[in-house]
């Protein structure tokens, strides 16, 4: 094939090679399985089962009904999803248009296209076709999969996008290449010593320790209830539990059982602290922070500082008396490794805490701060909330014309509201030239330090309230999570986000 | 002042709330009335089946009309809300961003400047197919909440606006002055060749 018409091929809109249409139609199938499998499990295994009557089968036609329909189903939309599916280099661009209903067109310009990957299966292999994934940086839908396509083609293709994207931007594939070469040098900002795993253990969120506690507790019933007499529905749980296990529910045995909970819950928390964060070491390297850690299974994240887009760290009541703070990194990466994000390091210093703000934010104290507080009006939207309508809600199903109980649930409202005066007189937003640091929490703080620069979209939101009290909820997104300030006023909020518009506007510099 | 100690004076950043919203197709509210009408007629459906089907009306007579009311109040609710949405939804094309506000109950103006796009789509339902409307979806990197989309796009304009944001993208990252940014009219921005392109598109693509 000659050049011009290998380019004449990639400006003409193309469809897949054929082999797509099998390749599509095994995903639809396997996706079906994977989507209806209890169903399909139901649905079959009646045929295994030797003692049911075998009469059964015969009249239950239904069944293969289903499975020609499923079948019919798939095998169109797979001939569809093929035949309307085309790509085409346009420009600087790829172009993916698909679908029949939903028309879909996709331009993707080379300079976002982060990598082309091929894949084989066997199946690829017999037919000499790749899979090829074009991955930009982003969210899930900006990912755009070619199930089979010529390799020669591919390939063709790869070198055709990869060249144009260097002619485009030449300096951020040079910096890429120059980055890959000095990874090694890396300085030990931190190494986890037994004791503060012990005090990141006892710091932990300890619901999951409970949650897995009372998991096993359900599991042991459920593996010996066929052992024990039937629980109906109006049973009071405590009188059968004292019937049939020999079991007094006194005072003492309560606070045995909730001090043993107790126990066992922080006993979890511990040893899962141990399995994850064993020898845990925080380095700094070149470029960006690494943390490894682990005591089986190791695990290496690291964080590329200009993929950071922003920091957060914070601490709890405990945390606090330990001196130690949660910090997560969160970083911009593709839809493939989305799940590990944000890597985070359970039990840092305040020094580590601030290498880490420093690195990030070079010059922040350079510039100074301007606080900010957020509106009053927080308190009263808390307290209706979180408060008035809850209670009221839990006084309506515990009443009783008898009991006075349920009159215990009025003091959540007062607990509300002072809670709800700290937590407003708490959040603090801290502006500065080039970036933004807020705070906030009741008893334990949440800290978030963002650059402007890293920020790629504003938005401003109003309730109906809020747009009758001009107040408004700020949000800032970047790549990697966002920053939000509730209740600031609403003539604030313009001014910042206009301010932060103007900054994303004007700065060249590289964000992820 | 509320910035101190800074290179620019805030005053004279443009500002949101003074620059004019453009609005959708008219067109766009009979989508969504459309949409809306047989999201509820195949609700009622249900209802119905549910009628035939079991003796409800004998048994929770009140559930029976608690569910016929909720059902009248919804729609009479979402179709006040298509009308009144209609009113704040609009979007502004600068000459380096891109604003849009939508909602009612939630009114939220977002705005994503060019240099932060990383593509575009366009899309098109059937009940838009009946209209010659179009969606067009803004993506940035962040994934899912910092996305956009405007629907009720007349005719060639997503395709325009889209071309537009694409070519700045790309030119966005070698600018380093200071934005002057002004409400942007689209017809003066798209040059012949651009929408000679678009109409080839167009041509073989039925759109």
């Known amino acids: 094939m000659s050049i011009e018409s290998k380019q004449h091929i990639l400006s003409s809109p193309t469809r897949q090679s ?45 069944l293969a009904n289903l499975v020609i329909a499923l079948t019919v189903f798939s095998t169109i939309s797979s001939l569809v999803s093929y035949f309307k599916y085309y790509y085409y280099i346009q420009g600087d661009e790829l172009v993916i248009e698909k679908g029949l209903f939903q028309k879909v067109k996709i331009n993707m310009p080379f300079d976002r296209i982060q990598t082309i990957n091929f894949e084989q299966t066997p199946i690829h292999q017999f037919f000499n076709v790749v899979r090829m994934d074009i991955d930009s940086a982003g969210s899930v839908q900006n990912e755009i999969a070619i199930q089979a396509i010529d390799k020669e083609k591919a390939e063709y293709i790869r070198s055709y996008i990869m060249a144009e994207k260097a002619k485009i931007a030449p300096k951020s594939i040079e910096a890429t290449a120059s980055v890959k070469e000095e990874e090694e040098q890396s300085v030990l900002l931190m190494q986890h010593s037994p004791l503060d795993l012990l005090k990141i253990g006892i710091s932990q969120n300890h619901l999951r320790g409970l949650g897995i506690i009372f998991g096993f507790c359900f599991w042991i019933f459920q593996s010996i209830e066929d052992f024990l007499p039937e629980f109906n529905e109006g049973d009071n749980p405590v009188e059968y539990v004292e019937e049939h296990l020999s079991f007094d529910f006194n005072g003492a045995v309560v606070l045995y059982l909730f001090v043993i909970l107790l126990l066992f819950s922080i006993g979890i928390s511990l040893i899962s602290t141990i399995f994850r964060y064993f020898n845990l070491q925080f380095h700094k390297t070149d470029l960006g922070f690494k943390v490894k850690s682990g005591l089986f299974t190791k695990r290496e994240q690291s964080a590329n500082l200009k993929k950071i887009q922003l920091i957060r760290w914070g601490d709890s009541l405990l945390k606090r008396l330990f001196g130690i703070f949660r910090l997560n990194l969160f970083q911009a990466s593709s839809a493939a490794l989305s799940a590990s994000k944000a890597i985070g390091v359970p039990g840092c210093y305040i020094d580590q805490i601030n290498t880490v703000r420093a690195t990030y934010f070079p010059n922040e104290s350079e510039h100074p701060y301007e606080e900010h507080g957020i509106s009053s009006l927080i308190i009263g939207r808390r307290l209706l909330y979180m408060g008035i309508l809850p209670t009221l809600a839990f006084m309506g199903l515990t009443y009783h014309p008898d009991g006075y109980y349920y009159l215990l649930w009025l003091l959540w409202i007062p607990f509300i509201f002072f809670t709800s005066r700290i937590f407003h007189r708490n959040w603090k937003v801290f502006i500065n030239q080039e970036g933004i640091h807020t705070e906030h929490g009741i008893i334990g703080k949440e800290h978030t330090l963002l650059q402007w620069y890293k920020i790629q979209s504003v938005t401003i939101r109003q309730s109906l309230y809020q747009q009758r009290k001009a107040v408004a909820d700020v949000y800032f997104f970047t790549a990697a999570g966002s920053v939000k300030i509730p209740y600031f006023p609403l003539d604030k909020a313009q001014a910042i986000k206009d301010y932060v518009l103007y900054k994303v506007e004007v700065d060249s510099r590289d964000w992820m | 002042m509320f910035f101190e100690n800074q290179e620019i004076d805030t005053s004279s950043l443009p500002n949101i709330a003074e620059t004019t919203f453009q609005k959708l197709s008219k067109n766009y509210v009979s989508v969504r009335y459309i949409g809306n009408t047989i999201f509820f007629l195949l609700l009622l459906g249900g209802l119905f089946s549910i009628y035939i089907e079991t003796s409800i009306i004998e048994d929770y007579p009140t559930l029976w009309y608690g569910l016929l009311a909720f059902w009248c109040f919804w729609l009479i609710t979402s179709f006040l809300l298509v009308k009144l949405g209609y009113d704040i939804r609009g979007y502004v094309l600068r000459e380096k961003d891109i604003i849009h506000r ?82 942007t009219d689209l017809s003066p921005i798209i040059t012949d060749e651009e929408s000679s392109i678009s109409k080839t598109f167009n041509d073989s693509n039925e759109y």
């Open chain 2, 102 to 183: 939508k909602g009612v109950l939630f009114k939220s103006t977002t705005t994503i400047p060019f240099n932060r796009v990383q593509h575009c789509e366009i899309s098109q339902g059937p009940i838009q197919r009946l209209f010659n409307l179009h969606t067009l979806e803004i993506f940035t990197a962040g994934g899912g909440k910092s996305d956009l989309a405007i629907p009720g796009l007349e005719g060639d304009t997503a395709q325009q606006i889209k071309e537009f944001i694409v070519k700045k993208t790309a030119i966005a990252e070698e600018e380093t002055e200071l934005p002057e940014d002004q409400t």
């Open chain 1, 18 to 62: 054929p082999i797509a249409i099998f390749l599509i139609l095994w995903k639809v199938l396997r996706q079906l399985i994977r989507q209806a499998w209890p169903f399909l499990l139901f649905l079959i295994l009646p045929y295994f089962n030797l003692s049911a009557s075998s009469s059964s089968r015969s009249e239950d036609p239904w």
